[in-house]
């Protein structure tokens, strides 16, 4: 996701132009998987980089308890975290109802009954998770991202993990600073691995 500057950017609850479906096969989970994908949403034609440094280096989702994706797009991460962990409830988040479409259809292409895909709003706030995985939209501005950084990284359960993949010149250095000082009660922030100009940030609910 990214900031709005215009009618049909992917970070709109409704892009404009109407939607154009189209085939995307691409490797989940270490295998081919056929699946769909459209216009106005974020990177449409491939897992974007990011996305891809943070499912390789990020730890495996536990295979139990609620697992969140926020910002799905088309789904790469919650399908990946719901092929990995059947058993688990695996929640996919994103402001575009488009792309919610597409996580939808893509899970129930891949036979997966355990992603949930909805708008923020839209799920329970008594909802805590064991995992988060997101790409953040770092070019909504600080106001927003800050504000979706609070609400989701508080509502992790103890001893619970997120996982945020950034790029190093789109300020992952200084977001990290940002939530040591923010979360510094009851969370621990690292960094994790560092990888094609990206960074993975590691944020650990101790408290």
Not at 138 to 157: C, D, S, T, Y
Request: include cysteine; proline fraction near 6%; aromatic fraction near 6%.
């Amino acid at each position: 996701m990214c900031a709005t500057m215009a009618s049909n950017h992917y970070f709109s609850a409704q892009p404009g132009g109407q939607e154009s479906r189209r085939p995307l096969q691409v490797v989940l989970a270490g295998a081919v998987r056929d699946l769909n994908t459209a216009n106005g949403i974020f990177s449409p034609g491939r897992i974007d980089q990011g996305t891809a440094v943070l499912l390789k280096a990020a730890d495996d989702p536990p295979t139990s308890g609620n697992l969140l994706d926020v910002g799905c797009g088309w789904g790469p991460m919650a399908l990946t975290m719901a092929l990995k962990s059947p058993q688990a409830n695996v929640y996919a988040v994103d402001v575009n109802e488009r792309a919610l479409g597409l996580t939808r259809d893509n899970a129930a292409a891949l036979g997966l009954s355990n992603v949930t895909a909805a708008a923020p709003a839209d799920i329970d706030p008594g909802v805590r998770f064991d995992t988060i995985w997101s790409n953040p939209p770092i070019r909504v501005g600080k106001p927003e991202l800050h504000g979706l950084l609070h609400l989701w990284i508080n509502r992790l359960a103890p001893g619970g993990t997120a996982w945020l993949v950034v790029q190093r010149n789109l300020g992952s250095d200084s977001l990290q600073r940002w939530m040591t000082a923010e979360f510094s009660d009851q969370f621990t922030v690292s960094r994790a691995h560092s990888s094609k100009g990206f960074r993975l940030l590691k944020v650990k609910r101790t408290g």
